[in-house]
């Protein structure tokens, strides 16, 4: 979560290319390419949490509608926010059943489509054996880098690679002891550094030669992402202690609520503070912070209100 906003604040310093020294747009793309494993990282945890378990209708329809709600609201929440702080009217509404109102909020859209097909995830892989599940991750991997080519078929593979992404989580937190990944934590330490510093050359590179902001490198179906985001994955479920931690136990209470409302708080930080007179290594850090303990606050309070605990965060 703490990640997803360091994209945010770090993407404002990126799409203001040209008003930042090279130094500072240097740290954007460092902070942005560190951050990127965490929306893969999102759909990974739940492809654990959630696929190959018994199949329960109630929860099923639940968990459906609880979404359907949330994305509503908060589609009007921030068609409302834009409206009366920013003073941006939005003239599609017709268009909010099929894309979010805010970008951030794609990932609802995303994650209910897979929400909505885990039934059928859950009979294909039962029925696979491992032969055929590495081979069904490999032909992905392969989709995704020929999307990174040929940019104009991206948009029809797009929710493969997050499919892909959900079912790797469940196959890496049911397998990684078996792969006896606990004397080789150097070499998944090792290809984390490697692709990350990789994806830092090239986005940094690429955007120097054009004289412009390109992104290329930071989609989701990018073959550093995908293995940052794997390696960084299993060290975890290899190094993770089953012992309860409040801290986290906390923050994770709190995670989905901060990941919905701390747009507010971006736009309140953007209009209020010159965020770029500060070097974007210091700035980026600082601004995240912020953004971060405004969210908890916020979400603290909103908490211990029922309605708005039980429907909206």
Not at 10 to 29: D, K, M, Q, R, T
């Amino acid at each position: 979560m703490c990640l997803v906003i360091v994209i945010h604040v770090a993407n404002c310093y990126c799409n203001n290319y040209n008003g930042i020294s090279n130094l500072s747009y240097l740290g954007s793309v460092i902070y942005n390419v560190i951050s990127r494993i965490s929306v893969p990282l999102f759909f990974m945890i739940s492809g654990a949490l959630l696929l190959k378990k018994p199949f329960d209708k109630t929860k099923y329809l639940n968990r459906i509608k609880k979404f359907i709600i949330i994305i509503i609201c908060w589609d009007i929440i921030y068609l409302l926010w834009e409206y009366l702080y920013l003073g941006i009217t939005y003239n599609k509404l017709y268009m909010l059943v099929l894309e979010p109102y805010r970008k951030h909020l794609w990932f609802l859209y995303t994650i209910i489509v897979l929400y909505a097909i885990q039934p059928l995830l859950n009979i294909m892989l039962s029925k696979m054996n491992k032969k055929q599940i590495t081979l069904m991750y490999i032909v992905i991997f392969i989709i995704c880098n020929i999307c990174m080519i040929v940019p104009s078929i991206a948009s029809y593979f797009t929710l493969l690679c997050y499919i892909g992404y959900f079912m790797l989580g469940d196959t890496l937190y049911r397998h990684t002891k078996d792969l006896k990944f606990k004397h080789i934590n150097w070499l998944l330490i090792s290809i984390f550094i490697t692709t990350i510093i990789l994806d830092i050359i090239f986005s940094y590179y690429i955007s120097i030669k054009y004289n412009a902001f390109i992104n290329i490198y930071f989609s989701y179906r990018e073959s550093f992402i995908i293995l940052a985001s794997a390696c960084f994955f299993i060290f975890i479920m290899n190094n993770y202690k089953n012992e309860e931690n409040k801290i986290v136990t906390k923050l994770s209470e709190y995670s989905f609520g901060i990941y919905l409302i701390h747009g507010i708080f971006l736009d309140i930080v953007k209009s209020s503070i010159s965020i770029y007179l500060l070097n974007s290594f210091i700035g980026i850090p600082l601004f995240s912070i912020i953004i971060f303990i405004l969210s908890y606050i916020s979400i603290h309070y909103l908490k211990k209100i029922p309605i708005v605990k039980k429907y909206l965060i």
